[in-house]
């Protein structure tokens, strides 16, 4: 009976066992799916959030989003030319026995009002133009356009400019170092240097000879008629530049430049009636410049060494196989002091342009001081003496100011 009763026991213990096994399962069946739900429902109200956010973004956008007008007609300040207006006078002292002509007396001289003109025609090429205006009447200062990629790494200017013969004569006269231009270069180029109507070809060399090459050929016509053919002139006179940049060091650079030019100076045309035809005869001129400039790095506003020089050479062949010969140079060197303050001196030499000169000769000493007042206004404080072989002894000091009303300021050329 005991037997029977364990039996029993046994039985109904193992029954209640395998329920208990089964529900269990069942339970971790019921979590696993409600998990799942519950991670489904996470998704899909991310989702939401998602996607009523980027619905929000976009309306904001379509609130916020500009209207713009368009016309075909470009804004008039883009086509109007930049105008400049520069003015450049001086007073001078000379001793009363040293006065010879108006120009050489004691008082004040006005001696340019520049317009400046200057406009981007197109993405290709500019345009620039220079007004004179003085006491004596009115002149063309210079009148080119420039297309700046007529070939590859070459540039192409017509019209009527200051030549690159050299480094100063491409300056105008208001933007030199001094108040003058260098005694050799006006005697022997000519009073006003070479300015002459043509084409210039700038090109860009790969660096030949140094960090840096450009080689400039111009034809231009020969009327300068202190070289050339003047009115009556013959086309082209040739000018060939070749120069070459160096980077010395971080501070400081080199400049050299060689230059030569031929052109006809016998005249053949009709003047007044008559008729001119006179044999073939060339002038011929060589030139060489250095630069050596001193820039310290992050003070260059407030420190600078500027030292140049330039020789001139010219063989004009005259009527009965008469020739002029005459060579020249100067060199100058300037210091900045300041950020407003600046000086320096210039030596000249030069022979006169004229026959029979050997033995002849002309010097002059230049030294003279800047203040900057602004990039518009500056004045100059400069001394001269000049002196020579035939006893021309000089002494002038001159005060000058400069002031520039426009975007271009004292622009070099």
């Not at 030319?81 to 003015?87: A, N």
């Not at 009073?191 to 111009?218: C, R, V, Y």
């Not at 009965?320 to 001196?345: C, D, M, T």
Request: charged share 20%.
């Amino acid at each position: 009976m005991k037997r029977i009763i364990l039996f029993s026991l046994l039985l109904f213990a193992g029954l209640n066992l395998n329920l208990i096994a089964q529900d269990s399962t069942r339970v971790k069946e019921l979590e696993e799916r409600i998990k799942k739900l519950e991670e489904k429902m996470e998704q899909n109200e991310l989702q939401n959030l998602i996607s009523e956010a980027e619905k929000i973004s976009s309306e904001k956008k379509e609130k916020t989003k500009l209207k713009t007008f368009n016309s075909g007609q470009r804004s008039l300040q883009a086509i109007n030319p930049e105008i400049s207006v520069t003015g450049d006078q001086y007073f001078q002292y000379v001793p009363a026995a040293q006065y010879k002509s108006p120009g050489e007396r004691t008082g004040g001289y006005f001696r340019t009002l520049g317009v400046h003109i200057q406009s981007n025609l197109d993405p290709y090429s500019f345009a620039k133009a220079t007004l004179e205006f003085n006491p004596n009447g009115f002149e063309l200062g210079e009148a080119y356009m420039t297309w700046t990629d007529f070939l590859p790494r070459i540039s192409l200017t017509v019209g009527k400019f200051r030549q690159q013969f050299g480094v100063v004569n491409r300056w105008h006269v208001h933007s030199l170092d001094q108040i003058d231009f260098p005694l050799a270069l006006t005697t022997i180029l000519g009073e006003d240097g070479l300015n002459q109507i043509g084409f210039s070809f700038d090109w860009l060399t790969p660096s030949l000879t140094a960090d840096a090459n450009e080689l400039t050929f111009q034809l231009t016509n020969g009327q300068n008629s202190h070289l050339f053919s003047g009115d009556l002139f013959f086309f082209p006179s040739a000018l060939i530049h070749f120069k070459n940049y160096y980077d010395l060091s971080t501070n400081t650079y080199l400049e050299f430049g060689l230059t030569g030019m031929v052109g006809f100076n016998n005249r053949k045309g009709e003047t007044n009636g008559s008729k001119i035809s006179e044999p073939t005869r060339l002038t011929k001129l060589a030139g060489a410049d250095l630069t050596v400039a001193w820039e310290p790095v992050n003070q260059a506003l407030y420190k600078g060494f500027t030292w140049r020089s330039e020789i001139y050479y010219a063989d004009k062949e005259l009527p009965n196989q008469v020739r002029i010969k005459a060579f020249g140079g100067y060199s100058y060197f300037e210091y900045k002091l300041a950020e407003q303050w600046q000086a320096g001196l210039r030596i000249d030499y030069t022979q006169p342009f004229e026959q029979f000169n050997a033995g002849k000769y002309l010097y002059q000493f230049a030294p003279y001081i800047t203040w900057l007042q602004s990039h518009w206004v500056k004045l100059r404080l400069q001394y001269n003496y000049l002196n020579g072989s035939d006893a021309v002894q000089s002494n002038t000091i001159r005060l000058q100011l400069v002031w520039a009303a426009g975007p271009h300021k004292h622009d070099r050329y």
